[in-house]
């Protein structure tokens, strides 16, 4: 009788930790299978590469969410980060007919320094996380407002002394955001390398190593020699330049410089790294898990939308999915420490 107790307490083991490592891929594949039963035209080539293409910005932003989660921080600037770089790389070309160099470096600058600024509350201040990234969220948000006066950037709009803005959004920029190579679009590809690189850099490099160690346990890592201090600036600073690369990614992708067009980018940012943690049982922030939970994101809103849903369903949808891919995670953990 305990023999048959024990064998069914270890197949209901190993079906969990089935579900545990599997689960969230599971979930994307049934969904893409049941809006493609549901809308024919929603497996399609042109359609698969418009979900990957609509996630490429946000796979951006949540890899660098997923840096501060790495540390065991959380970054809550990113989305007013893509709205002042998107604000700032329009403005290069469209106000003072700037090329690539200054165009692409500017706004670049101004992500890495707002990391610093981040790392520089958090770390030496050490003013809690969330509550520095917050403060940082509010002032950048005033900062990419006043900065373009609260309109968007874009060719041959009116400018204060009564004549039109003298550049254009030259062609190199919007081939970044609508390029296609070899009939795949340049975002899809340059998301790629990003997942590919990040991916190597934490799993493969002592650096990343460091990263997860210091998130792991701060004061273990503190006494162990490493420099955890230098390693949460890292993450802030890297969590600042991918969301300004996602910016800069965004303005080009649409063509302008769209004012506050990065606040809806945190959520579905965060959203994307928090799923990521259920991908394969990680159980802790990844860049592969992130670059999933995107996916999963990107495939529901594109099928809701191809449905002709409600618009203002997409975040209920949106916030339930967040919720089980959590629970998932987190009784995973639980169970890991019995």
Do not use: C
């Not at 009788?1 to 599997?22: C, D, H, I, P």
């Not at 204060?160 to 679009?185: H, K, M, N, R, Y």
């Not at 955890?228 to 992708?253: H, K, M, N, Q, W």
């Not at 799923?275 to 996916?295: H, L, M, Q, R």
Request: proline share 4%; no cysteine; charged share 10%.
């Amino acid at each position: 009788m305990l023999a048959e107790v024990n064998k069914v307490e270890t197949t209901r083991s190993g079906f969990l930790q089935l579900v545990y490592k599997y689960g969230t891929v599971a979930v994307v594949v049934l969904v893409i299978l049941l809006f493609s039963l549901l809308n024919p035209y929603f497996f399609t080539y042109d359609n698969i590469t418009d979900i990957l293409r609509s996630i490429s910005i946000v796979t951006f932003v949540a890899v660098g969410v997923t840096f501060s989660l790495i540390v065991g921080g959380f970054d809550l600037s990113v989305g007013s980060i893509v709205s002042l770089t998107t604000v700032i790389s329009a403005s290069m070309m469209v106000w003072y007919q700037q090329g690539a160099a200054v165009t692409l470096l500017v706004p670049i600058a101004a992500s890495l320094l707002i990391g610093l600024i981040n790392a520089f509350l958090a770390v030496k201040i050490r003013i809690p996380d969330l509550l520095a990234t917050l403060s940082m969220l509010y002032i950048v948000n005033g900062i990419h407002t006043t900065y373009s006066k609260g309109y968007s950037i874009y060719p041959n709009m009116p400018m204060e002394d009564g004549s039109t803005a003298p550049g254009v959004i030259e062609p190199w920029f919007l081939w970044l955001g609508q390029g296609e190579i070899l009939s795949v679009p340049v975002p899809v590809l340059l998301t790629f390398l990003l997942v590919l690189i990040t991916h190597i850099y934490l799993t493969y490099t002592k650096q990343g190593r460091m990263l997860y160690m210091t998130g792991g346990n701060l004061e273990a890592a503190r006494l162990s020699g490493i420099p955890v201090d230098r390693y949460r600036t890292l993450a802030y600073v890297l969590s600042a330049l991918f969301a300004g690369l996602g910016g800069i990614l965004l303005a080009a992708r649409v063509g302008t410089g769209q004012v506050n067009s990065g606040g809806s980018m945190l959520m579905d940012a965060v959203a994307a790294s928090f799923v990521g943690f259920s991908v394969f049982g990680a159980g802790k922030p990844n860049v592969f898990g992130t670059f999933i939970g995107a996916i999963l994101i990107g495939v529901l809103l594109n099928g809701m939308t191809m449905l002709n849903l409600p618009y203002y369903a997409y975040d209920i949808i949106k916030g339930i999915v967040l919720a089980l891919a959590l629970a998932v995670t987190y009784y995973q953990l639980r169970a890991r420490k019995k």
